[in-house]
């Protein structure tokens, strides 16, 4: 890894083993991004890039400079609002007269070893010696604010970490009304978009499809990143598979609302932008104060879709999920959600995990309903103490349960709170809410200002003291509805747009809090699901519940979606009972252990209601998560079939990092008439091409017939069929 700067040339250069990044600064101190791709070794040929002709008298250059120096034709690093430059831009600062015409001036830059955090916000962490920073001061011409652009490189990683902060060095007030945190320019627009689309049930299913001229852009507004798209965004060159083409990704650590967005110009050059969503947002500089917009990973793999997925997935591991948890087996947990809801009590949880200790579980997480007097969704939010009557002691119950060897963890929904509850009716002034304007209920429940530090202090005390009060290693994070009317009334008018930030800051205060509490608690993220799944939570909690449908057959696509940036380690998956509660399919009990396998491993169903059969294979199943979890969790990962498990047949595999070992699954969802389904020949990757395998079945091939030839799958003679091929080196 390297950051040189050539004085000479005014040319910034970034490398890492396999990519380069390049940019210089032009004439009127602009920067002019030359080339985010492939390693290359001369920046002088290709120093032109950064220069484009053909531009129009509507395309307006600055003062002094020639209709080449255009921003609106121009590739650049920071665009700004208002000052020559058309397309979609980075930022936007308002002055005390009213405009929000804004410039990016170079002033000064410095190169240091390692990577500073940012202050309130989740951000990736290296040893110093293993990373390197660039930081260029940029002046606002029209105020003279500091724009702050931040990249940093990693020894290990092709992955470019980027952010940018504002400072108000000046005497007056600046308002923030848009600040995105990274920006890539290309030469060209000839690029498929890739991105994640869904909703509550259904996340992330993957979605790819050419750019068209115009601006393409996905969001939230939820207050939360939401279930309807994930703050990520790919392009790929249209002839890019799985396996092999240049890939280009931005995946932002931020966890509320967000923008992604694509714009193919005039001159049918792409701009891509990521960062906070400006709508409804500002926020005020005073003299003297800095704000931090998140920070955005940039990667780039020139192995297609699955080369990228393997960067992310590397380096979220290595340099973004902090837990200790990230590279410890996680405990195979039973959640009694589904198995109970809210009807259960001391006895029948104890049930449940005697039941579930006999067979290898590990763990009971107890779900929703434990608290206050909740007996259903529609109280007792926010009173986070035990329900005796349903529980009576719950330092007793869980000793019970550490007795019979296993774990204990328990859910909680910290940022909401029922209007029937005991916090509620204290603390009505608590609520996310316009006074005297009418709320949106989501759930009979309401959402806390998170933006304020006495709610904060209070939930951190009251969740703490039950966290206290017991064993309790797990913590299950649930986030039921997104915010409304999100008006602070701490907050004084001209600050009502921060609200939205301060919430997702508070949230983020009380996960930095607990953890620095409880350093071992490992915190299993949710939100209706896998309604805020995002690399920002990632930072606290290592696993994410990736969605409320349980049904296997749903989870490929939901969980193969989701590979497309975080790894299989994080993904919360559990086997649920037949039929699926959410589908009301059937499938083997089988597949289902094979797609819960890949993702955290866990059960979800009423365990003491199992057949003998089932039992069996429940046993048979954490015998399995035991033997290959080093692999699933440490291992590279392929998706061995294009479209993301959209399509009948799925396949994909998991290699160690010797390449000694690897496991492959398999699914088809629906068999044809006399068996005719095409014999699938499953092409592995990702195998030391030299080194010899053998199957479970002693079968014996090299790493190369392996990849280039594969392996037959059985013809399908039901529906959801599936398979899984073990693999370990001779
Ligand atoms: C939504 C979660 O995704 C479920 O797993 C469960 O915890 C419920 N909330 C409980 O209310």
Redesign the pocket.
């Known amino acids: 890894m390297q950051v040189h700067f050539s004085k000479k040339r005014k040319l910034f250069r970034l490398d890492t083993e396999h990519i380069s990044y390049l940019f210089r600064i032009g004439p009127s101190g602009e920067l002019r991004h030359i080339w985010f791709g492939s390693r290359i070794d001369d920046d002088a040929i290709i120093e032109e890039f950064a220069v484009r002709r053909g531009t129009s008298s509507f395309s307006p250059h600055p003062e002094g400079l020639s209709p080449e120096d255009s921003l609106d034709l121009l590739p650049l690093e920071h665009s700004t609002y208002g000052a020559g430059d058309f397309r979609i831009t980075a930022s936007a600062l308002r002055k005390e007269n009213g405009t929000s015409v804004t410039s990016a001036v170079y002033r000064s830059h410095k190169i240091f070893k390692g990577k500073k955090k940012i202050p309130g916000l989740p951000s990736s962490f290296s040893q110093s010696k293993d990373s390197m920073t660039l930081e260029i001061t940029m002046e606002d011409g029209f105020s003279g604010a500091e724009i702050i652009l931040s990249y940093s490189v990693f020894a290990d990683s092709d992955v470019i970490a980027r952010s940018v902060r504002v400072s108000n060095p000046t005497e007056t007030v600046i308002r923030v009304e848009k600040l995105l945190s990274a920006q890539l320019d290309f030469h060209s627009a000839d690029f498929d978009v890739v991105y994640l689309k869904g909703m509550w049930a259904k996340e992330r299913q993957a979605v790819r499809h050419p750019l068209i001229p115009g601006i393409q852009s996905f969001s939230s507004s939820r207050g939360a990143t939401g279930h309807q798209y994930n703050p990520g965004i790919v392009f790929a060159e249209p002839s890019a598979s799985e396996k092999a083409g240049d890939v280009y990704g931005m995946l932002l650590l931020y966890s509320g609302n967000y923008i992604a967005e694509a714009e193919v110009d005039q001159y049918r050059t792409l701009r891509a932008l990521i960062g906070i969503n400006p709508e409804n947002f500002e926020w005020k500089l005073e003299p003297g104060e800095t704000f931090y917009a998140p920070e955005a990973l940039l990667f780039f793999s020139a192995e297609g879709l699955g080369g990228l997925s393997r960067i992310s997935h590397r380096f979220l591991i290595d340099h973004v999920i902090r837990s200790p948890w990230v590279h410890r087996e996680r405990p195979v947990l039973i ?1 009694n ?1 589904e198995a109970t809801y809210f009807n259960f009590d001391d006895k029948k949880i104890l049930k449940i995990a005697e039941e579930a200790s006999k067979l290898g579980i590990e763990m009971l997480v107890l ?2 309903g434990w608290f206050g007097e909740r007996n259903d ?1 529609r109280s007792s939010l926010g009173d986070w103490f035990v329900n005796r009557k349903k529980l009576g002691n719950l330092a007793a119950l869980v000793r019970k349960i550490n007795d019979l060897g296993m774990k204990f963890g328990l ?1 909680f ?1 910290p940022e909401m709170v029922s209007e029937n509850s005991n916090l509620y009716r204290k603390h009505p002034d608590w609520v996310l809410c316009v006074p005297g304007g009418r709320r949106s209920i989501g759930r009979t429940q309401m959402v806390l200002d998170m933006s304020r530090r006495d709610v904060v202090d209070s939930l951190f005390r009251s969740i703490s003291s039950v966290l206290h009060s017991a064993n309790i290693e797990y913590m ?1 994070w ?1 986030m ?1 509805r997104n915010l409304t009317e999100i008006h602070s009334r701490l907050l004084p008018p001209d600050r009502q747009k921060e609200t939205a930030h301060r919430y997702v800051l508070g949230v983020y205060e009380l996960h930095e809090r607990l953890l620095k509490a409880f350093p071992n608690l490992l915190i299993e993220s ?4 896998g309604g805020r799944f995002d690399a920002g939570m990632l930072h606290y909690a290592p696993q994410i ?1 990736c969605s ?1 449908n349980t049904d296997a057959l749903e989870r490929i696509s939901i969980q193969l979606g989701t590979s497309l940036f975080y790894p299989s380690s994080s993904m919360g998956a559990h086997v649920s009972v037949c039929p699926n509660h959410q589908t009301h399919r059937t499938v083997p009990f089988s597949l289902r252990g094979h797609i819960a396998l890949g993702g955290t491993f866990g059960y979800e169903l009423d365990i003491t209601r199992l057949t003998p059969d089932e039992k069996d294979l429940v046993r048979k199943q954490i015998r399995n998560y035991h033997h290959w979890n080093r692999i699933i969790r440490e291992g590279e990962f392929h998706r061995l079939t294009e479209g993301f498990g959209r399509s009948d047949f799925a396949a994909w595999c998991w290699v160690s990092p010797d390449r000694r070992e690897a496991l492959a699954a398999a699914v088809r969802k629906t068999s044809e008439p006399c068996g005719i389904n095409p014999p699938v020949h499953l092409r592995l990757r990702g195998l030391d091409p030299e080194m010899l395998y053998e199957l479970d079945d002693h079968r014996r091939a090299h790493g190369r017939t392996l990849m280039n030839a594969g392996i037959r799958i059985p013809n399908a003679e039901t529906d959801a069929s599936s398979i899984l091929i073990h693999l370990k080196a001779v």
């Open positions: 959640n959600w779900d929703d969704d859910w929904e299950k649930d039921n949710c939100s209706g699901g519940w409320d």
